[in-house]
């Protein structure tokens, strides 16, 4: 079965500063590797998704995450930072295993607090 | 393109009601899911379904049902409602291996 650790349950940065989420996940087979954001109040919005290809993959709103399947990690980063972003974040894996139920499993979150 | 549509938003019930909290989709995913969100917890997995007729428990499935009798439907059951089942649910759906789409979630307080 997978795991997901999500290594800081709180990281406070400046505006205009880089941030790095970190996500570390546990599986014996190959994975799906997710990011969603949370705003107060709100359900969960999908930020980028690792399924196959290009290890690097970019969100619309700046963020990226890298795929690095021998460190077992899936962290999220942002060179520069926006008050807006000022979110809940959650890492989630599935397992793409054959008569697997492909749900996934979600870290227990970290909030992103952007000061001024 | 509603999406997922979580019903109702908001409740208060006493110990030991019980009541159905009800999840729609209109985009015919065959995977639906049904978490609880405390804080500091993340989401955890109540059940889930990966089609009509078919459910399965999640990680902390015990005081909740659910049966899956249409492609669109999910209701949740709360069958004899407590205090620790406080918390915020939210719905998902989805297909096979891609991201969940999630409702604005449900909040409930068990008095």
């Known amino acids: 079965a997978q795991s997901v650790t999500q290594l800081d349950s709180q990281v406070p940065v400046f505006e205009e500063a880089p941030v790095e989420l970190r996500c570390n996940y546990s599986?014996?087979?190959?994975?799906?590797l997710f990011w969603y954001v949370q705003y107060p109040n709100q359900g969960l919005q999908l930020l980028l998704k690792?399924?196959?290809?290009?290890?690097l993959v970019e969100s619309i709103n700046g963020f990226e995450a890298e795929f690095n399947k021998s460190q077992t990690s899936f962290h999220l980063r942002k060179p520069s930072v926006h008050i807006s972003d000022t979110a809940e974040y959650f890492c989630?894996?599935?397992?793409?295993?054959?008569?697997?139920?492909?749900?996934?499993?979600f870290g227990r979150g970290t909030s992103l607090i952007v000061h001024p | 393109n509603a999406g997922v549509t979580q019903t109702p938003k908001f409740q208060v019930l006493k110990t030991g009601q019980s009541m159905t909290l009800q999840c729609a989709q209109d985009?015919?995913?065959?995977?639906m899911s049904w978490y609880r969100q405390d804080p500091g917890m993340g989401l955890r997995l109540i059940h889930y379904?990966?089609?009509?007729?078919?459910?399965d428990q999640g990680e902390v499935p015990n005081g909740y049902n659910v049966s899956r009798s249409t492609t669109e439907d999910f209701p949740l059951r709360l069958l004899s409602a407590a205090p620790s089942q406080t918390s915020v649910y939210f719905c998902?759906?989805?297909?096979?291996?891609?991201?969940?789409?999630f409702g604005d979630g449900t909040r409930l307080s068990i008095l």
């Open positions: 985009m015919n995913h065959e995977y």
């Open positions: 599986s014996s087979v190959s994975v799906y």
């Open positions: 379904s990966v089609g009509a007729g078919i459910t």
């Open positions: 989630a894996v599935s397992e793409r295993a054959s008569g697997g139920s492909y749900i996934p499993t």
């Open positions: 690792y399924l196959s290809g290009s290890t």
């Open positions: 998902a759906s989805s297909r096979r291996g891609q991201p969940q789409h």
